[in-house]
């Protein structure tokens, strides 16, 4: 069992190297320190936001406020092109992720259910691996 652990964290490692994980996270410094204003509008957009969907939905009274906030604070941090890179190499990134992950798990057993590429598990049934 150490071992299999082990190899985890080997990988694990091996994950953290890939040169486009560095890059995610040297995008996403640059967001941080770039776009600091945006971002500390965004997230107070999103609690207001947060808080209205939790007191009454679109019946609270300021419903339609809350979201016109979010909406502009998300559409003005969202296409800031460093933005839209980091998620397009999330994107990407998680794809591979994907497919590791389904390799793996092909070569425990045929039976284990995985996600296709757009997230839905598409076999029934369940685990016969013994």
Request: charged share 25%; with cysteine; glycine share 4%.
């Amino acid at each position: 069992m150490t071992d299999m652990i082990m190899q985890a964290y080997n990988v694990l490692d091996e994950i953290k190297a890939d040169p486009m994980y560095q890059s995610i996270k040297t995008f996403d410094r640059l967001i941080t320190s770039k776009y600091k204003e945006e971002i500390k509008v965004f997230n107070e957009a999103n609690k207001v936001y947060n808080q209205v969907m939790a007191e009454g939905g679109t019946y609270h009274p300021d419903f339609k406020e809350a979201v016109k906030t979010f909406s502009q604070a998300k559409s003005n941090l969202y296409q800031k092109q460093e933005v839209v890179q980091y998620f397009e190499m999330e994107k990407q990134f998680q794809e591979h992720l994907n497919d590791f992950l389904t390799q793996l798990s092909q070569a425990v057993s045929n039976h284990i259910k995985t996600p296709n590429k757009m997230g839905i598990v598409t076999k029934g049934g369940s685990c016969h691996v013994r």
